[in-house]
């Protein structure tokens, strides 16, 4: 007889026990003690009138909210969300920004690409799991749905014992927007009519789902019937609660639908320590510019006066937009009262037009010292996509070496797993653009191009790198800046050039010492940036601009990579397409 924790046990059993005593103390040695946690949620996704600029209309809410639940992990947690779709008559998708999908590549939700929508009145269970630290989000993927209200945050933390390499006491999240009042229907009509119709600039900026339209611009009747109520608590603005002298972590990105931003705190430095989900060399910035579907955290020391309060700002740069108002929200030091404003005017924005301190904090972004992970040397595949607008059969489209990008009704990875060959064009895009003859500043004369859905096929485990080349839209004098989104993967950003790309000597200037690792990227106005990632997903993913009128006008591709090595499908994803009949609740 032995004892154990006083209780006497024969000796048949003791060393059973001593045996899983043993195991355990050296599972906790191992630092592996704790199990990846399951964390469940619960998501009904409908429409409901909400005033988030102070202008009553309807937007997509997720369990009534907009923007939507946090979802809150740590690294190797599972989530799963049952999401309901109460649209009615919508279907729907959401993708999960920034997390590979390692292993589950049909969970991505990319309507189109990864899997069928989800039809209204049905149930869909998204499975993954978070395997990297940092600052993310989800929004829908289907036609236009994130701009009216649909996405949020996903936060996932470093596992038990583990440390970031930098120290604050309080983690606040905001999610920077843009606001439109006309209905994603209203505005895809616009760009698919002729004569076009463009979306134009937002109404207004929104600091986690709150901004302030000015009411009186409207007409009488719109304000006597409610529309419009500048007391709507709904758009209170947005206030963040800061004691004195204490270090603040602020995870900051943007969804907006077209608008690059800057952003700022009045009076406090901000200092950069994070990007897309990873550690960056920290650097001071006043402005924070940021791009849609990136992500960045800043840290701010609340070391001014505390007897007041401060603006928090949001501004649109890179576009002329003299009619859309500043975000505004209020930087509150305790226990100064949080509907006080500030004593003075909201701090100016940077020139809307002036790219060289973008271009600056875009070279900034480098890898933190002990958390750089080394690019390959050399790629074995090079493709560089020009990005142009164009005509189509009369349509105004975005396209990428002249070819716009349309989805196929049968999803991607289901028809490239399955061996369809029929669903999409089994022609590939083409790698490069006329590099000699095409001038970039200049107004093409032939404006017209073509219409695809061909994947770019890249071979398993290769490195690729990318080069995107903006050029002049159809405008004169006009070049945006696009922010491409790539799905599945992270990739290095090995540098940004000004005009176009030297194939012979830009890649002997790239950054191969510490880049950053990132999953969406600006292109600046009349330059270049250069990407490289490893192709060791085995899946179909989206690889487009983040800005939802330019995707919806085909600029985008697809890139497929180890389909062979994909696993089983669930028969959820399919219902759609050459799939029908194949859906299975």
């Known amino acids: 007889m032995i004892f154990s ?6 000796k048949c059993k003791s060393r059973v026990i001593l045996f899983l005593w043993l195991i355990g103390i050296i599972a906790l040695l191992n630092g592996s003690a704790v199990e990846a946690r399951i964390r469940r949620y619960k998501w009904e996704v409908k429409y409901e009138y909400k005033s988030p600029d102070c202008l009553k209309k309807l937007v997509i809410t997720i369990n009534g909210r907009t923007p939507g639940p946090t979802i809150t992990a740590q690294q190797n947690d599972t989530i799963i969300v049952e999401l309901t779709n109460s649209l009615l008559t919508e279907n729907v998708a959401i993708h999960w920004h920034g997390i590979r999908q390692i292993g589950t590549p049909w969970f991505d939700g990319t309507e189109g690409v990864t899997q069928c929508p989800i039809l209204p009145g049905t149930t869909f269970k998204y499975q993954f799991v978070v395997d990297r630290a940092g600052t993310y989000l989800y929004h829908a993927h289907y036609g236009m749905q994130r701009e009216a209200g649909l996405y949020g945050s996903i936060i996932v933390g470093l596992p038990d014992g583990k ?38 600039e937002p109404e207004s900026l929104l600091i986690h789902g709150r901004g302030k339209f000015n009411c009186s611009t409207l007409t009488t009747s719109s304000l006597d019937a409610g529309i419009c109520n500048a007391t709507n608590p ?27 931003l800057s952003f700022q705190i009045e009076g406090h430095n901000m200092t950069v320590v994070e990007a897309d989900g990873h550690y960056v060399e920290p650097f001071v910035v006043q402005n924070l510019f940021l791009y849609s579907g ?33 975000g505004l929200g209020v930087f509150v030091y305790y226990p100064n009262h949080p509907r006080r404003s500030p004593p003075t005017t909201p ?22 010292q002990g958390y750089i992970h080394t ?47 029929r669903v999409f064009d089994q022609n590939p895009p083409p790698d490069g653009y006329d590099f000699q003859n095409y001038d970039i500043h200049i107004v093409q004369e032939n404006r017209n191009a073509t219409s695809s859905n061909g994947v770019y096929r890249l071979n398993f485990n290769s490195t690729v790198d990318i080069i995107l080349q903006n050029a002049n839209s159809m405008s004169l004098k006009t070049s945006e800046t696009h922010p491409w989104h790539l799905h599945g993967h992270d990739f290095w950003v090995l540098g940004y050039g000004e005009g176009k790309f030297d194939m012979f000597n830009d890649p002997k200037k790239y950054n191969l010492v510490n880049p950053i690792m990132k ?55 399919m219902g759609c397409g050459e799939t029908q009949g194949l859906y299975r609740p």
């Open 5 to 10: 924790n006083m209780v006497l046990i024969p």
């Open 163 to 200: 440390s970031e390499p930098f120290t604050y006491d309080y983690d606040r999240n905001i999610i920077l927007n843009d606001w439109y009042h006309k209905s994603t229907y209203e505005q895809a009509a616009g760009l698919s009519a002729i004569p076009f119709q463009w979306v134009g």
């Open 234 to 260: 709904d758009c209170e603005p947005f206030r963040l609660i800061a004691v004195p002298g204490k270090t603040y972590r602020l995870r900051i990105s943007s969804l907006t639908a077209l608008s690059a």
């Open 294 to 326: 990136e992500t960045y955290s800043v840290l701010v020391k609340a070391d001014q006066d505390p007897t007041r309060n401060y603006w928090i700002t949001s501004n649109i740069v890179g576009r002329s937009a003299p009619n859309t108002p500043p």
């Open 347 to 368: 701090p100016p924005p940077p020139l809307w037009n002036n790219t060289d301190p973008r271009l600056a904090q875009s070279h900034a972004i480098k890898a933190r």
């Open 375 to 421: 690019p390959p040397s050399r790629s074995d595949r090079v493709i560089v996509f020009l990005n142009t607008q164009n005509t189509i059969n009369g349509n105004v489209r975005w396209s990428v070496n002249n070819v716009s990008f349309a989805l196929p009704h049968t999803p991607y990875l289901i028809a490239l797993k399955e061996n369809l060959t």
């Open 519 to 573: 999953n969406t990227v600006p292109v600046h106005p009349y330059g270049w940036t250069a990407l490289r990632f490893r192709a060791d997903n085995p899946g179909a993913w989206a690889f487009h601009c983040h800005i939802e009128s330019h995707f919806y006008m085909g600029m985008g591709v697809v890139f497929a990579e180890g389909i062979d090595k994909v696993g089983k499908l669930p028969s959820s994803i």
